[in-house]
């Protein structure tokens, strides 16, 4: 039974390399191809039902390096959520390999529970490069440039990770998280290890794509497929603010030594968020865009160094997850400027109503998860005084939701072009109805995650709890 809490992560890698090997076998029939999708997404939710099962059990594995606590059944179970999600929402006629695009986004999702159960700093590097390094494949598949850029990109934020992390295993002698609070109860905050946590959080940010560093990413989410763009931009970026999170909690006794980097940089991110995406017209940057934006509130929450902040940060961490992964996903083939997308609502509606609630839940609009993840992070921020930050993120969030009602307009009330209507390419009718499906299932998910924001935001609370947070 206490082992039973690993299945989850057993199963994701055994699908992802069976789903690879098969791949290789050219005589697989055309017909079993075509539900490889709705197979692997069920089994991704076996894994989910196995987690929310079993991972209430509060243990310890391999001498301590893997923990399972309500911190990593919230970030595992997140990350499995949108994984299953993405995988049957996501338009597989416009994907380059259906093979390794199923494979890919659970070994993403995979890095993102190493990072969530890690006791060290090993574990969170390790478990965001994992994540990293799925997306850089996927994105290789369409654009080897991209793919180079991305890898390159990578190599600088793994670099000022791993100098930030030496010096604080240097600091405490220790790399176990609880540790390193521990120590560093008794340490006074030091320009020495300040100088260090300003490269480390720059190189959290530069995975992340948050702004200023978003530029080193956003050109390839742009030019990757669909799905591609939903890692870049999503899972990864969980990935990081997974380790994220878990680093504030273990440097909290000292929290002015990065707290003033966390607020410039959540300050650029929902400001500068709000303002490029009501700047450009194209649905897919303006996706990027309105997810650096409420990755900024994410963050804002972390600078309360407070209890009720990193919970409201966890609880639309899940939220923003899965909206950022899937709108790439459900845009689909419609990709390009405004002509793209226009009547896009007449032409495919379900699709056209997912990407609607992906682009109003990160814009931050009322009621979906979006919001309600806003309005914790916002009361945390009240509550710590920081009012300064509260106002640059509602003025964020106004031109977020400003620039979404452009969209909309394009999507609903503009006439389709006459290309724009014939039929999807249909070589595996039976992938194009199960994705139908799926954007069905992703847009209960982003309102239910909304309707159950309480007992959602009360287990994000005791995941905060068992991070050592009060």
């Given at each position: 039974m206490r082992f039973l809490v690993l299945l989850p992560e057993a199963i994701v890698v055994a699908v992802a390399i069976g789903v690879m090997l098969l791949g290789r076998f050219a005589w697989l029939p055309q017909a079993s191809r075509a539900y490889l999708p709705q197979a692997t997404a069920l089994l991704v939710l076996v894994a989910l039902g196995v987690e929310l099962w079993a991972g209430a059990t509060l243990t310890t594995y391999f001498g301590g390096a893997v923990i399972q606590d309500r911190f990593a059944l919230f970030a595992k179970a997140a990350a499995l959520l949108t994984a299953a999600v993405a995988l049957a929402a996501t338009d597989w006629t416009a994907e380059d390999s259906l093979h390794l695009g199923l494979a890919m986004p659970l070994l993403a999702a995979f890095g993102v529970m190493?990072?969530?159960?890690?006791?060290?700093?090993?574990?969170?590097?390790?478990?965001?490069?994992?994540?990293?390094?799925?997306?850089?494949?996927?994105?290789?598949?369409?654009?080897?440039?991209?793919?180079?850029?991305?890898?390159?990109?990578?190599?600088?934020?793994?670099?000022?990770?791993?100098?930030?992390?030496?010096?604080?295993?240097?600091?405490?002698?220790?790399?176990?998280?609880?540790?390193?609070?521990?120590?560093?109860?008794?340490?006074?905050?030091?320009?020495?290890?300040?100088?260090?946590?300003?490269?480390?959080?720059?190189?959290?940010?530069?995975?992340?794509?948050?702004?200023?560093?978003?530029?080193?990413?956003?050109?390839?989410?742009?030019g990757a497929s669909p799905l591609g763009a939903g890692l870049v931009?999503?899972?990864?970026?969980?990935?990081?603010?997974?380790?994220?999170?878990?680093?504030?909690?273990?440097?909290?006794?000292?929290?002015?030594?990065?707290?003033?980097?966390?607020?410039?940089?959540?300050?650029?991110?929902?400001?500068g968020g709000g303002a490029a995406a009501l700047a450009v017209r194209s649905p897919r940057p303006r996706l990027a865009y309105l997810a650096v934006g409420q990755l900024g509130w994410v963050a804002a929450g972390l600078a309360t160094h407070f209890r009720s902040g990193t919970a409201a940060s966890l609880f639309l961490l899940g939220a923003f997850a899965v909206a950022a992964t899937c709108g790439p996903a459900l845009l689909g083939r419609a990709e390009g400027g405004e002509p793209a997308v226009a009547g896009f609502g007449t032409v495919r509606p379900v699709r056209a109503a997912g990407l609607a609630l992906a682009m109003l839940s990160l814009a931050g609009a009322p009621p979906l998860a979006g919001f309600f993840g806003e309005l914790a992070v916002a009361a945390a921020l009240a509550q710590s005084g920081n009012f300064v930050l509260l106002g640059l993120g509602l003025v964020g969030s106004v031109m977020s939701v400003a620039a979404v009602v452009g969209t909309l307009r394009v999507l609903f009330i503009q006439s389709p072009l006459e290309e724009a209507r014939r039929a999807p390419a249909a070589a595996l009718p039976a992938i194009t109805a199960f994705s139908t499906a799926g954007a069905v299932a992703f847009c209960l998910v982003i309102a239910a995650y909304g309707v159950f924001g309480y007992p959602i935001l009360g287990l994000a609370d005791q995941g905060a709890e068992a991070l050592g947070l009060r």
């Open positions: 190493v990072a969530a159960s890690a006791a060290d700093l090993l574990g969170l590097w390790a478990g965001l490069e994992l994540a990293a390094a799925a997306s850089v494949v996927l994105v290789s598949l369409r654009r080897p440039d991209l793919g180079l850029r991305l890898l390159i990109v990578g190599a600088m934020a793994s670099a000022l990770i791993l100098v930030g992390l030496a010096f604080v295993y240097a600091t405490a002698g220790n790399g176990d998280l609880a540790a390193i609070r521990a120590v560093l109860v008794n340490r006074a905050p030091t320009l020495a290890l300040a100088i260090p946590m300003l490269l480390l959080l720059g190189g959290l940010a530069l995975r992340a794509g948050l702004a200023p560093f978003h530029v080193g990413t956003l050109p390839v989410g742009l931009i999503g899972l990864v970026a969980m990935a990081a603010a997974t380790v994220a999170v878990k680093l504030a909690a273990a440097l909290i006794p000292i929290p002015s030594v990065y707290v003033p980097y966390v607020e410039a940089v959540s300050a650029l991110a929902m400001v």
